[in-house]
């Protein structure tokens, strides 16, 4: 004759595993999720900082900015280039300059693929960052700096 509490363990046994499929999805998805957020980070830290990179290179107190951006461009490209090489991440930084629109701006766009740990629950193939950021010096119409 079976007695109450043995039956007792077989449900529990049965609650258990009738558990364990959505706490496992669960916790994969968070692991994924902090997983993304950290590499979105240092992808979105890299571009502001080639960026800010880009603006300062060019940057002449007596020359002003340089006005087609080349210098700029190559800069940042670089900086974000070295910092995702350094995070370990496979991405491409492109820099574009924009003058006088309504101010000179760089602008530095980044894409890196992302490769879940777990891979359970969907989440996005590319890593996409975008920043810009005014050039340090302006020039006014008289050809002298802006106050």
């Known amino acids: 004759m079976k007695t109450q509490r043995t039956e007792r363990r077989g ?18 998805g968070l692991v994924d999720l902090g997983w993304y957020m950290s590499r979105y980070h240092m992808v979105q ?13 060019g940057a002449d107190e007596e020359k ?22 350094d995070f370990n991440i496979t991405g491409t930084p492109t820099a574009t300059f924009h003058p006088n629109a309504p101010y000179d701006m760089l602008r530095v766009s980044t894409s890196a693929p992302f490769q ?3 891979g359970i629950v969907p989440m996005p193939a590319v890593i996409q960052a975008r920043f810009e950021m005014m050039a340090e010096i302006q020039w006014c119409p008289d050809g002298g700096p802006c106050p």
């Open 11 to 28: 449900a529990a046994a049965i609650e258990f595993g009738l558990w364990l499929l959505p706490i496992a999805i669960l916790v994969s």
């Open 45 to 57: 830290r890299a571009t502001m900082d080639g960026a800010r990179f880009g603006v300062r290179f």
């Open 64 to 85: 002003g900015v340089d006005t087609q951006g080349s210098k700029q461009t190559v800069a940042a490209n670089l900086r974000a280039q070295q910092m995702l090489d």
């Open 116 to 118: 879940p740990l777990v």
